[in-house]
């Protein structure tokens, strides 16, 4: 199945739209790097928000960027700010989707048709505070799309199996700490297999499931196509 949609989104490539607003490939967005080599983290209290998307903001202006992007299973090091990522004393740090950090209020756009498989708030510090995952077909070929770090209002009148086309705003990036308490971003998840989940899907794992996991999340550069996310 992984194989198969890979090589699918990658040949229907010219058939999606935007998520956010913005160029991906222009000169504001740089790529973040948010694991251990970056010693900017090392001493940072990434638990406290405030001070966290400073630091965010700090790491855009060193690159004269106003976008940041970057994760896909990436090995993080932020994932210390919360219990959230530690099962029975097994850290999760590999991260299964792509952060684009951007301001709050950002609007987020489908690309491409699709539905509303579930939605959630998923309010525990840490979590992906409101959250909405579309499900698509293509080419009888159905995945899904995750949204996380949304804006609250983004939920209302929500309806699961309802229509979004191809383009349509249909929620913003949310404000801390409404989003799950992080500096303002989306994360965006590229998934196979919901594995009978809703409104929730890790989005991150340990470093010996990266290998699993990466067949049921797979790269959302297939659909973001960003220059700055190719090459890693």
Known sequence: ??????????????????????????????RLDLTAQNSILIHQNLKNTKQFASLINQLLEKQGATIG???????????????????????????????IWAPAGTPI???????????????HFGDYG??????????DCTFYTLYGHLSRYSLTDLQVSQLINKGQEFTTIGPYPE???????????????????????????????????????LDPNLILQSRYLAAF
């Open 69 to 99: 992007v970057g994760g896909y299973l990436e090995n993080r090091i932020i994932y210390r700010r919360s219990a959230l990522f530690s099962d029975n004393q097994l850290n999760r740090s590999i991260h299964l989707g792509v952060d």
């Open 130 to 139: 409101p959250t909405i995952i579309l499900q698509h077909s293509l080419q």
């Open 1 to 30: 199945m992984s194989v198969a949609l890979s090589a699918l989104l990658s040949k229907n490539q010219n058939f999606f739209g935007p998520v956010l607003p913005f160029n991906l490939n222009g000169p504001e967005v740089c």
């Open 109 to 123: 756009f489908a690309p491409l048709p699709g539905v509303v498989h579930s939605f959630a708030d998923n309010a």
């Open 179 to 217: 989003n799950g308490d992080w500096p303002p971003h989306l994360h965006f998840q590229l998934i196979t297999d919901m594995q009978g989940l809703a409104g929730d899907f890790p989005g991150v794992c340990r470093l010996e499931e990266k290998a699993a996991y990466s067949q049921i999340c």
